[in-house]
Nanobody, 118 residues
């Protein structure tokens, strides 16, 4: 599986940004998809995940109520809608794919930079 993320950029505190990730292959709906991020000087951390059929979603506590993960299996694409962005959300965001919604990722895409400014 190859993953191509896009949509990063510069946004002010309180703003919104939507990330997209398109996957190669014909078995997209079999994978749990997710997003992780890595801030400068910090370890990579899990952000959100969604099951293959989109019926189950998981979020890390830091983004609950602000971020929404969704997917369009017809387009082989997973999204991360990020609202009420905070300075602490500044990071490189990575798209991931795994066997289930809560499994460790088997595949990683290249990162897309999100920078939140005051």
């Amino acid at each position: 599986v190859q993953l191509q993320a896009s949509g990063g950029g510069l946004v002010q505190v309180g703003g919104s940004l939507k990330l997209s990730c398109t996957a190669s292959g014909r078995t997209f709906n079999r994978y749990g998809m997710g997003w992780s991020r890595q801030a400068p000087g910090k370890e990579r951390e899990y952000v959100a995940a969604i099951s293959g059929d989109g019926s189950s979603t998981l979020y890390t506590d830091a983004v609950k109520g602000r971020f929404i993960i969704s997917r369009d299996n017809a387009k082989n694409t997973v999204y991360l809608q990020m609202n009420r962005l905070e300075l602490e959300d500044t990071a490189v965001y990575y798209c991931t794919a795994g066997r289930t919604v809560d499994a460790a990722p088997d595949y990683w895409g290249q990162g897309t930079q999100v920078t939140v400014s005051s």
